[in-house]
């Protein structure tokens, strides 16, 4: 891989007595799409928490490891620190306020940013998401569910990130809606913008990035050029639906239990 923009190294997180992560190492260089694969319980939302320092919000702790960002260290800033930095976060779930307006939602996404290079971004916005600008004065609570996924990337995209992290954009989206949203992610990673995706739709996160990697049970299980792990029969079978009987019933009880006792964080 090229030189990173972001590098992870030994990342070890939890809540309470709960090892969510273990000695997690990643890589996103610059203006790459990297995707972080895994079944429930895999600690995918745990490693962006720790990454955007929302973690304690949740009731959890980064335990041990680093975090570096353009060669600057991340580990130890404040989440609207770590924003300034050049990361946002777009969580699980959308999480846009509900009784503001799209336009204030937008708003509060470029506290943190330039004065000057608001008016640009909000363009951005509006040019990746017409219809947020359609119902700049309508409650954000009262869009769909894909448009209230648009507001979260363009909340997100109004601090003019560098590095994007997003929480499976596609959940519970309609297959068109997700197509639509990833086609945006595709552009805005065209745009320059570096974009570590968590998604548990396999097929659509391969699609997207250049490189992945599998989590299980809070561990870097495999990685590789997103291609080969297209390919791969294990990821295949685990991760994409495409079910070879036999191996299935070779592998089931050894693996396939011991992901589903656990719960995403």
Not at 11 to 36: I, K, M, N
Not at 53 to 72: C, M
Not at 77 to 98: K, M, S, T
Not at 255 to 260: I, N, T
């Amino acid at each position: 891989m090229s030189a990173a923009a972001l590098h992870v190294r030994g990342l070890t997180a939890g809540y309470g007595p709960v090892t969510a992560l273990r000695d997690v190492s990643l890589d996103v260089p610059e203006g790459a799409c990297v995707a972080v694969l895994g079944g429930n319980g895999a600690g995918k939302s745990t490693l962006l928490r720790a990454l955007s320092r929302t973690l304690a919000f949740h009731g959890g702790a980064a335990r041990a490891g680093t975090v570096t960002f353009a060669g600057r260290p991340l580990h130890g800033l404040p989440p609207d620190r770590i924003v300034v930095a050049g990361l946002c976060h777009v969580p699980e779930g959308r999480q846009v306020f509900a009784r503001m307006t799209v336009e204030d939602n937008l708003r509060a996404g470029a506290l943190t940013a330039a004065r000057s290079g608001r008016a640009a971004a909000l363009a951005r916005v509006h040019e990746l998401f017409p219809v947020l600008a359609d119902r700049a004065r309508q409650r954000a609570g009262l869009l769909s569910g894909g448009e209230q996924q648009m507001l979260a990337v363009g909340r997100a995209l109004m601090a003019s990130p560098r590095l994007l992290l997003l929480d499976e954009p596609s959940l519970g989206l309609a297959p068109l809606m997700a197509a639509r949203i990833a086609d945006t992610v595709r552009e805005i990673n065209a745009q320059g913008t570096s974009v570590l995706l968590v998604e548990q739709n396999a097929a659509l996160a391969l699609r997207l990035a250049s490189h992945a990697y599998v989590l299980e049970v809070g561990e870097v299980a495999a990685e590789g050029p997103a291609a080969e792990l297209a390919a791969s029969d294990e990821v295949r079978r685990r991760y994409l639906g495409v079910v070879d009987e036999q191996a299935a019933a070779d592998s089931a009880p050894a693996r396939v239990p011991h992901l589903a006792r656990w719960e995403d964080a």
